[in-house]
């Protein structure tokens, strides 16, 4: 879920689905946004890491109760009501190591920057148990923070899946609660780098709107406003250059909402390429960045969304300096840039 781009992760513990276990309870008070909501999608809007299923078969075993009373998943909630939810457990409550390699930018005694590789998903969840940033960290490193749970040792925020770049891990609590300090203050700046498809008009401009779940698609996050699970988002891009029909960009999120940079640039109507979700294909080939039609055979140049997180800025927390971490582009996203430059 975050982050975006990234989506930061306040350091609260067990935070998270995929950090409960089988007794965990949550309790809800339902918002006037909500009112007249089947309870099962009202939760599953409201549990991030479980599809609807998984929740609806959790009501339906008496997992929920409604002011006090066993409740069907297809009762429609009201506002103001107070429920308690007992979470389903998950496959796994725990970060097994693995043996993976990776690009280690900067480290020391109390953090980790590491660059990330595209495909990479951050910490276990459901359909991705396995080949995760976090088992790669628990290999690699003695100690890391717990401060986020067992599923997400050492992580203050995230990075989509297929979004390479920096992303920075705390070793000790201490430190993991002064960065989440910094996040949550807003005082860590973050750059990214994308390809749009599309011709951004302005060279520059703030985008200011606000992001919620989308109201059909459970993957998806959307510009909603007046919903319960609407947040502030802001996003400031720079035009880097114009090719044709498509835009490199510089960004810089001032929030750290879930697809944030992704559903920002869709609401300018020039959506991240290969972006499978918000621009409705998930490959490009040599012929369609040169303005032409994909030849039969013509194989795949890029498979991923062209989103890269260049750049992070923060105060070590040990040090007290500031520093900033850069991750240079991959070899698949430098590639595009140069047959779009040539």
């Known amino acids: ?41 009202f939760l599953t809007q409201s549990c991030d890491g479980y599809s609807r299923s998984q929740i609806r078969q959790a009501v339906q075993n008496e997992g929920a109760e409604v002011d006090g009373r066993t409740v069907r998943p297809s009762l429609k909630v009201r506002a103001g009501q107070r429920i308690r939810f007992r979470l389903p457990p998950f496959t796994s409550d725990e970060t097994v190591p693995e043996n993976i390699p990776l690009d280690v930018l900067f ?26 940033l976090t088992s790669a960290l628990a290999y690699r490193f003695q ?13 203050v925020h995230r990075l989509d899946r297929d979004t390479s770049g920096v992303i920075v891990i705390a070793k000790t609590n201490a430190v993991h609660i002064h960065l989440g300090q910094q996040f949550h203050d807003r005082k860590v700046t973050k750059e990214y780098f994308a390809i749009t498809a599309g011709r951004i008009d302005r060279d520059r401009d703030l985008i200011d709107a606000p992001i919620g779940r989308h109201p059909y698609q459970r993957d998806k ?18 035009v880097i250059s114009r090719h044709g029909r498509f835009t490199q960009v510089r960004l810089q999120p001032k929030t ?5 940079l992704r559903v920002h640039l869709a609401h300018l109507g020039c959506p991240i390429i290969c972006d499978r979700l918000y621009a409705g294909h998930s490959e490009i080939s040599k012929s369609e960045l040169q303005g032409k039609q994909r030849r039969n055979g013509e194989p795949a ?8 997180a260049r750049a992070l800025t923060l105060v070590n927390p040990q040090s007290g300096k500031e520093m900033t971490f850069e991750a240079p582009l991959p070899s698949d996203l430098q590639t595009v840039v140069d047959i779009l430059e040539s």
């Open 301 to 308: 140049l890029l498979q991923r969304q062209a989103l890269h």
């Open 256 to 260: 750290g909402r879930t697809h944030q």
């Open 107 to 132: 480290e020391d005694d109390g953090l980790v920057v590491v660059n990330k590789p595209p495909g990479m998903v951050v910490h276990p969840a459901r359909g991705n148990w396995t080949g995760t």
């Open 1 to 41: 879920m975050f982050g975006d781009d990234d989506e930061e992760l306040p350091p609260k513990d067990g935070e998270g689905a995929a950090a409960v276990t089988e007794t965990a309870i949550r309790s809800f008070f339902v918002p006037e946004s909500a009112d007249g909501m089947r309870i099962d999608l």
């Open 143 to 155: 100690s890391l923070s717990d401060v986020g749970g067992p599923t997400r040792p050492g992580i």
């Open 221 to 238: 996050m959307a510009i909603r406003d007046g919903h319960f699970t609407t947040r502030h988002a802001s996003t400031f891009y720079e």
